[in-house]
């Protein structure tokens, strides 16, 4: 499987004048918060292919006997600058007021790929393309309790960022991959920089309660 190469990724010329921020902080309304036109293809108005109420759910079967690891996808949108999209935490109760990637928990009856489409179309109302999406690592990470995360990378998409659920975020920000903000949620540099150098596996946060 070949990786998408992260090291020098396709940069597009500015268009205007850019801040001299490494972070540019955008908008909080639910208005669009960046006039910059990315992708391809041009916006159209079409929903994600996921699973909906109409079609069969899948039928799965419960091992009750094993101890179980909420799965959630996180998306680097990296614009065509190399920056990446940030949203600010508001309203879940968890790191609230801090800056992550667009994100959400895989339902039942999704795949990976059909939820990170889903989220991003539900948090920032873009459209990306299931088949241009690149898994970039897994973390089996310390938060809250012990969890799987899963990360991909995309570049091209429909439509122009928004926050489209003010409620669970006040802000976007365009910033360097390589230079978070300090706010940023601390896994977050980690898995970059495990994306650029192709490490599958990170365990991230368990090394303080080993002695």
Known sequence: MRRP???????????GRRGESRAEHLSGSTEQVTSYRHGSHAARDRE?????????????VFDTRHD???????VFLLDGHGRVL??????????????GLPAGH??????????AVREVAE?????LD????RAC???????????????????????????????KCSELVWADPDALPDDALDFLAQAWADARTGRILREYGFEHSRK
């Open 5 to 15: 190469h992260l090291d020098a990724p396709h940069r597009r010329p500015a268009r």
């Open 68 to 74: 179980r690891y909420p799965l959630a996808v996180h």
């Open 86 to 99: 940030l949203m600010r935490r508001a309203g879940s109760g968890y790191a609230d007021g801090q800056l």
């Open 137 to 167: 690592g897994t973390m089996f990470r310390r938060s809250l309790e012990p969890r799987v995360d899963l990360f991909f990378t995309a570049s091209e998409w429909d439509g122009e960022p928004r926050i489209r659920e003010p409620h």
């Open 48 to 60: 994600p292919k996921v699973w909906s109420p109409e079609l069969p759910r899948p039928e799965y």
């Open 123 to 127: 948090e920032v109302g873009i459209i």
């Open 106 to 115: 895989v339902d039942l009856g999704e795949t990976p790929i059909e939820c």
């Open 130 to 133: 299931p088949g241009r999406l």
